[in-house]
């Protein structure tokens, strides 16, 4: 079976958009699917890991330009490569929201002409038996869509994420963008033969507002973990003191405010372990940087730059605990990529997420249970104070949800396809 897999997000990029990517197309290729992959050339972007160009398992990488904002600043004759980098970590989100907002459903579609230019030329040259869009961003789908109706090649589509349904971070500026983009999600979901989403609750979610007949036509493929990437994986040096870890981006909604609160009550009531740290593994703005200075325990907390997908790993594997946030108004299908991983690691969890949603449940049957909401500085300072004093237990891994497990699903469906 030959796939064209288009993904904006591929190696060099690093992060959990280009790691589901990698993986899947590696462990299609290991099930007999061999995929040609569209992607975008270098662009400017924080998250970058060239060890994931080893894993490239595509039979053949098609790289084009594009108008977007992050394609067009690394052209940039002015703008090198760090500045810009700094420019946008310090530029507050507000403005950044602003900027997203002008463009119809998302800020890549200028990518959508030169995705659909370079398809055709594909299609021109190979046969297909399916066109495989990963979703976001969401203006890919236009350029699929667009190529699936020409070609009368079958669409599948894959959603990282919520599309307009993500309640508590609204990119569409104004009504007729937001109609526009609605209008575009319900045609992409009713043309594609297959609807592939990371939680099961994208998937529900969907077909509750979109029309139930779409439930038929859904698959549930995780994130999940590589078991490959803790092979021979060299241990971290352990630091001295209690570490609490968080690896990943902090934004829209996700805040660290109520977390520093209640570790700063803990630490004036001597409750903490000598030399507890907070430590931040990934690349943070301006806003989360200020939440530091403003929050008592400065000294405490240490920001670490972005590390290769594999050094984060090792040190999650040297932390005594895990942190992860997400905030209450998040959809209740929102699991973000990293508990996957922090469930493989088998370490405590202090889980700052909303009580009834699909990370909850999750955590719940690994027998993760120091949940609370982030918003909460109270039921924090329980959790954190009740993981501390309890110390290490056995917590399960879900291993049905590995990676290769996971995208073995998948092959099986898009072979059936056929």
Same mark, same amino acid.
């Given at each position: ?5 288009? +993904? ?5 990029? *690093? ?31 924080? =998250? ?83 066109? =495989? ?18 070609? *009368? ?16 971070? $609204? ?13 575009? #999600? ?25 029309? +139930? ?25 352990? +630091? ?11 934004? /829209? ?14 630490? #004036? $009531? ?11 593994? *990934? ?15 400065? *000294? ?11 050094? /984060? ?55 993760? $249970?120091?949940?609370?909401?982030? $918003?909460?500085? #109270? ?40």
């Amino acid at each position: 079976m030959r796939v064209l897999y288009i +993904s904006y997000f591929y190696p060099p990029l *690093g992060g959990p958009a280009v790691l589901r990517n990698v993986k899947t197309v590696k462990y299609l290729a290991e099930s007999g699917i061999s995929c040609d992959v569209i992607t975008v050339r270098d662009i400017e972007y924080l =998250y970058r890991d060239e060890s994931l160009l080893a894993e490239c398992r595509e039979d053949k990488l098609i790289r084009t330009d594009s108008w977007d904002p992050m394609a067009l600043l690394k052209k940039s004759q002015t703008a090198t490569a760090k500045g810009s980098s700094r420019l946008y970590l310090n530029t507050p989100e507000k403005i950044k929201l602003l900027v997203r907002r002008m463009y119809p459903i998302d800020n890549k579609i200028g990518w959508v002409p030169h995705l659909v230019k370079a398809g055709r030329k594909a299609i021109a040259e190979k046969d297909y038996d399916l066109i =495989y869009v990963s979703l976001g961003p969401f203006s890919s789908a236009l350029g699929a869509y667009k190529l699936s109706k020409e070609s *009368g090649i079958s669409l599948a589509i894959d959603l990282r994420d919520y599309w307009n349904l993500l309640s508590d971070y $609204e990119l569409q500026g104004s009504i007729l963008h937001r109609k526009f983009s609605r209008h575009w #999600e319900e045609k992409v979901y009713r043309h594609s033969k297959l609807i592939v989403t990371a939680t099961r609750g994208i998937g529900e979610d969907a077909a509750s507002a979109y029309g +139930s007949d779409l439930a038929a036509k859904m698959i549930t493929i995780y994130n999940g973990w590589d078991e490959a990437d803790f092979a021979d994986l060299p241990a971290a040096p352990k +630091s001295t003191g209690y570490t609490l870890a968080y690896f990943g981006n902090i934004y /829209a909604r996700r805040s660290f405010q109520h977390l520093y609160r209640a570790v700063r009550r803990l630490k #004036e $009531e001597n409750a903490v372990p000598e030399n507890t740290r907070v430590r931040l593994f *990934g690349n943070f703005f301006k806003e989360t940087l200020d939440e530091i200075a403003g929050s008592g325990i400065a *000294g405490m907390i240490e920001t670490i730059p972005q590390l290769t997908h594999r050094g /984060a790993l090792r040190e999650m594997l040297a932390s005594d605990a895990l942190l992860l946030a997400i905030n209450s108004s998040s959809p209740r299908g929102t699991l973000t990529s990293k508990i996957f991983e922090y469930l493989r690691t088998q370490k405590p969890i202090l889980a700052m997420v909303p009580a009834q949603n699909e990370a909850a449940a999750l955590l719940r049957k690994c027998g993760q $249970e120091n949940l609370c909401a982030m $918003e909460s500085a #109270e039921s924090i300072y329980q959790c954190l104070k009740n993981l501390i004093n309890t110390g290490h237990k056995d917590y399960s891994i879900p291993w049905e949800l590995e990676r290769k497990n996971q995208v073995g699903i998948l092959a099986e469906k898009l072979k059936s396809l056929g």
